[in-house]
C-alpha cells in the first residue's frame, strides 16, 4: 500500500478490541442489518425504559425526520455518573489542571463528581430552572463546566454552551435566539496567565438580551465577588442545598444541549442534539476509536464551548466510567512543553488535540518535547481540520516516539461524534487521511450535480442514511436545517466538506467547500464576518474569505468597500470584528477595495476572491459574466503593489 505509515501489525504494543476483521465484520452488520446492530449497542447506555424503535428517519423531503429510540426513556446524567457508582466510585472522574503549572491541579472521584452535580442541580432548581428550559454556559475550562452541564442534564435543562472566546454581542446573540433566562458564568478565566473577563462580558450581554433576568457566578478568583442585581454567587446558594437530587427521566429524543456552530449563510444555528441517540454516539465512538481501557487517563485538550469537548471531555468519557483530564490553559504557556509536562504529570494514556497546535508546537522546536517523557502514551488524536502529513509524521513521531497510532477524526459539530478515522489496531494508517467510515456511517462522494462518484475520486462529501448521534434540526427553525443539509443534494446529509476517495478506498477530507472557514480549528461563516464588518460605520460593502496559512489552517481576509467620503484604518476594522464577534474572527488582512467582483445579477465572485487572497493570479477561470471585469485587474495590482 503506496505511503502505509502506522502498521498496527508490528508497532501497536498491545492488539486493540477491533482487528481489520472485526471491523469489517461489525461494519457489515451496522449497514446491512442496522436494527439488529443498534438493538445490542443500546445495552451500552442504562435505559429506565429500553428502546423498542431504533433509526425511523428519513432525508426525503416529503417525510423529512432524524429520529432514533423514539420511545426510550433514559437520564444522561445518570448514565455518565450513578450507573458508576459501585464499581468505580473511587475512581477519578475528572483531573483539573489549572493554568498555572504551580497551582495544585484537583482530582474528583465519581463519587465526588456525583455528589456535587447533584447540588449543583439543586441550585439551578432553587434558580426557578425546569425541564426544557435553556441554561446558557459560558465558563472557563474548569470542572465547574462540566458540572454545569451534568446539572442540567439530570433535570432535563437543555445547555447552551457558549465559548469563553466570544464577545457579548455573540454571547446575546445566542441568549436571544434560544430564548434563554439564566447564565452560568464566572467572576474570570484564565488562559495563558491572562484574564478573560467573564462576569463583565455577561454582564454587557445582559443589556442587549432582555431575556436573561439571572446570572449565576462561580467565584475563581480569591477577591470577594460585586454582585449587580440579577447576579447570584454559586458559593451560597449551594450551600445549603441537598446532596440528593434525582435524575429526570427523559425521552430518547429531548434534546439533550443546543450548540451554535457557523455556516456559510446568517446568523450561527442552534445545533439540537438529542438525550438517546447523542450519548450512544460519544459512548460508542469514545470507546472504539480511542479503544478505550478501564483505568486509562484520557485528555482531549478542546474547549468545552466546542463540541470536541462536549462530546470527548464530557459526555463520551464519563458515560463510558473514564477518567478525563480537563486542562484550563494554553500549550505554549509558560513554555512550549507544558503540553508533555501535563502529560507525564497525570500519566496521560490518550491525548486529542488539534492540527494548529502541532503546528505551533513544532515550530519551537523538539528539544520542547524530548525533554519530558510521555511514555505514558498509547495513542493520539486529531481533530478539527485537515492534518498535513507534516504534522502527522512530527505528532508520531516526536511526541509519539514512534510508537501511537494517531486518530484523525473527521467530523462536525452536526455529527455529534466521529464518522470516519482509524479505529486503532483496526488497519494501516497513512498521514493526513482519516481513512475509513465509523459504524453505521455511509459517506459518499457526489460531483456538483449530485451524482455518485465511485472508486478512486473526487467531490462533494454526503452521508446516506441516519447516524445515532446525527443533529434533530435547527433550534426554532427546522425548515433550515432541511434547507441547510437536505436541499443540495436530495435524499443525502450535505456535509460542505469536500473529500477525495484513494484506490485503497481511503477518505482523505480537502476542506470546506462552501463560505465556512476553518481558522486554528475554529469554525466561521465569512457571512458573519461581514455582518460584523458592515456594522462599522465607514464600511459600505465587505466580502470575507480564507487563504491558507501556516499555523492556523486558514487565515481570514477582508475585501472593504468604504463608504464615499470615510476613512478608516484597518487595524481599526480588525479591533472591530475583534469586539463584534471575539478574538478568533480578527481578520489577518483588511484589503480596501475599490470594488468586488460580482455577476451581472449582483452575486460576488468569491472563486475569484479567494484566488486573488491566495496570491494565485493566474487561473481566474471564466470571468466572462462579469459586471465589470476591470475591477479583478484592480484588486491584483493592490495585492502586488
Ligand atoms: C473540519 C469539529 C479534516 C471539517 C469536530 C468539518 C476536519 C469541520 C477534521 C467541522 C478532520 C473536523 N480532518 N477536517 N479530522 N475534523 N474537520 O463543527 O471541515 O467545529 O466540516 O466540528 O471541521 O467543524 P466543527
Known amino acids: 500500500m503506496a505511503s502505509t505509515f502506522f502498521d498496527p501489525d508490528s508497532e501497536l504494543s498491545h492488539p486493540a478490541a477491533l482487528d481489520a476483521k472485526g471491523y469489517a465484520e461489525a461494519y457489515r452488520r451496522s449497514i446491512g442489518d442496522g436494527e439488529a446492530y443498534w438493538n445490542a449497542e443500546v445495552d451500552r447506555l442504562d435505559w429506565i425504559r429500553r428502546p423498542t424503535r431504533f433509526d425511523e428517519s428519513s432525508f426525503d423531503e416529503a417525510d423529512f425526520q432524524v429520529r432514533w429510540f423514539a420511545d426510550g426513556l433514559l437520564n444522561v446524567s445518570a448514565n455518565c455518573l450513578d450507573r458508576h457508582l459501585d464499581e468505580l466510585g473511587d475512581t477519578p472522574a475528572i483531573i483539573w489542571e489549572p493554568d498555572d503549572p504551580s497551582a495544585a491541579s484537583r482530582t474528583l472521584t465519581y463519587r465526588e463528581l456525583h455528589r456535587e452535580i447533584c447540588?449543583?442541580?439543586n441550585v439551578l432548581k432553587r434558580l426557578g430552572v425546569k425541564r426544557g428550559d435553556r441554561v446558557t454556559l459560558y465558563l472557563p475550562m474548569i470542572p465547574e463546566a462540566a458540572m454545569a452541564m451534568l446539572a442540567c442534564a439530570r433535570i432535563g435543562a437543555i445547555h447552551s454552551v457558549v465559548f469563553g472566546g466570544f464577545s457579548p454581542e455573540s454571547i446575546a446573540q445566542r441568549i436571544v435566539d434560544c430564548d434563554s433566562s439564566i447564565c452560568i458564568t464566572a467572576d474570570q478565566g484564565l488562559r495563558g496567565g491572562k484574564v478573560v473577563p467573564l462576569q463583565a462580558n455577561v454582564a454587557a450581554a445582559a443589556k442587549l438580551a432582555p431575556s436573561l433576568?439571572?446570572?449565576?457566578?462561580?467565584?475563581t478568583a480569591d477577591a470577594p465577588l460585586v454582585l449587580e442585581p440579577g447576579e447570584h454567587e454559586y458559593a451560597v446558594?449551594?450551600?445549603?442545598v441537598d446532596d440528593d437530587c434525582p435524575p429526570e427521566p427523559m425521552n430518547a429524543e429531548d434534546p439533550l444541549f443546543i450548540l451554535y456552530t457557523s455556516g456559510s449563510t446568517g446568523k450561527p444555528k442552534g445545533v439540537v442534539h438529542s438525550s438517546g441517540g447523542y450519548l450512544l454516539w460519544a459512548s460508542l465512538t469514545h470507546q472504539t476509536a480511542f479503544d478505550y481501557r478501564r483505568g486509562e487517563v484520557f485528555w482531549c485538550a478542546a474547549d468545552v464551548g466546542w463540541i470536541t469537548g462536549h462530546s470527548y471531555i464530557v459526555y463520551g468519557p464519563l458515560a463510558n466510567g473514564a477518567t478525563t483530564l480537563m486542562f484550563e490553559g494554553v500549550p505554549t504557556w509558560p513554555t512550549p512543553a507544558r503540553f508533555w509536562e501535563v502529560v507525564d504529570r497525570h500519566q496521560v494514556t490518550t491525548l486529542f488535540t488539534a492540527p494548529t497546535v502541532l503546528r505551533a508546537l513544532m515550530r519551537e522546536g523538539d528539544h520542547h518535547v524530548t525533554s519530558t517523557s510521555r511514555i505514558s502514551l498509547r495513542l493520539l488524536g486529531s481533530v478539527g481540520e485537515p492534518i498535513n502529513p507534516e504534522a502527522w509524521r512530527w505528532f508520531h513521531e516526536v511526541p509519539g516516539g514512534g510508537r501511537c497510532p494517531i486518530v484523525d477524526m473527521w467530523w462536525q459539530t452536526e455529527t455529534g461524534g466521529g464518522m470516519i478515522m482509524p479505529l486503532p489496531?483496526?488497519?494501516?494508517?497513512?498521514p493526513g487521511s482519516a481513512t475509513l467510515p465509523f459504524m453505521g456511517v455511509e459517506p459518499v462522494i457526489v460531483d456538483g450535480e449530485g451524482r455518485r462518484l465511485e472508486g478512486a475520486t473526487e467531490g462533494n462529501l454526503c452521508i446516506v442514511r441516519s447516524w445515532p448521534g446525527q443533529m434533530r434540526t435547527v433550534w426554532n427553525d427546522h425548515e433550515r436545517f432541511f434547507q441547510t443539509y437536505f436541499s443540495t443534494f436530495r435524499g443525502l446529509y450535505f456535509t460542505g466538506d469536500g473529500c477525495r476517495r484513494d484506490e485503497d478506498g481511503?477518505?482523505?477530507?480537502?476542506?470546506?467547500?462552501?463560505?465556512?472557514?476553518?481558522?486554528?480549528?475554529?469554525?466561521?461563516?465569512?457571512?458573519?464576518?461581514?455582518?460584523?464588518l458592515v456594522l462599522h460605520p465607514a464600511v459600505a460593502e465587505a466580502a470575507v474569505v480564507g487563504f491558507p496559512h501556516d499555523l492556523k489552517g486558514q487565515g481570514i481576509h477582508a475585501y472593504v468597500?468604504?463608504?464615499?467620503?470615510?476613512?478608516?484604518?484597518?487595524?481599526?476594522?480588525?479591533?472591530?470584528?475583534?469586539?463584534?464577534i471575539g478574538p478568533i474572527a480578527?481578520?489577518?488582512?483588511?484589503?480596501?477595495?475599490?470594488?468586488?467582483?460580482k455577476t451581472r445579477s449582483g452575486k460576488i465572485m468569491r472563486r475569484i476572491l479567494r484566488k486573488v487572497a491566495e496570491g494565485d493570479f493566474a487561473n481566474f477561470g471564466d470571468t466572462s459574466t462579469l459586471a465589470e471585469p476591470g475591477v479583478v485587474d484592480a484588486l491584483v495590482a493592490q495585492r502586488v503593489a
Open 119 to 121: 447540588r449543583f442541580a
Open 213 to 219: 433576568t439571572t446570572r449565576l457566578i462561580i467565584r
Open 237 to 240: 446558594l449551594v450551600a445549603d
Open 425 to 430: 489496531g483496526a488497519w494501516p494508517q497513512k
Open 506 to 532: 481511503y477518505y482523505w477530507i480537502t476542506g470546506r467547500v462552501d463560505d465556512v472557514i476553518n481558522v486554528s480549528g475554529h469554525r466561521l461563516g465569512t457571512a458573519e464576518i461581514e455582518s460584523a
Open 561 to 580: 468597500i468604504l463608504n464615499a467620503g470615510s476613512a478608516a484604518e484597518s487595524e481599526q476594522l480588525r479591533q472591530w470584528v475583534r469586539k463584534e
Open 586 to 597: 480578527t481578520p489577518d488582512r483588511i484589503q480596501f477595495a475599490p470594488g468586488l467582483p
